[in-house]
């Protein structure tokens, strides 16, 4: 079984914005490093810059991301670029096309 987890939130300003991106891709980065199988992860932005989505799918195994040195400078960091703490849910994956 595949489970997601979402997580939304909203940066204070642009600066907070652009920093919580350039930990983003450094997170990335080193998922690009670690190649971690059954894991699938998309963020979005959004079109203000101050938004964002996160989206993660394990497929039957456990989340990676905890694991990660740079997962972890970024979720250690979190509270003082946001204005409220990140909305988080997870379900159970029912269907899903690629």
Do not use: C, K
Not at 29 to 49: I, N, T
Not at 77 to 86: F, H
Request: hydrophobic residues 40%; without cysteine.
């Amino acid at each position: 079984m595949s489970t997601q987890t979402s997580v939304r939130y909203t940066t204070r300003d642009s600066s907070a914005g652009d920093a919580n991106q350039r930990l983003i891709d450094a997170v990335f980065a080193e998922l690009d490093d670690v190649r971690p199988e059954g894991f699938s992860y998309r963020v979005a932005r959004s079109e203000d810059g101050l938004s964002f989505e996160h989206v993660a799918v394990v497929d039957g195994g456990t989340n990676p991301l905890p694991a990660l040195a740079t997962f972890e400078t970024f979720s250690g960091t979190l509270r003082d670029r946001v204005v409220a703490l990140p909305a988080v849910q997870t379900w159970d994956v029912v269907a899903r096309y690629r």
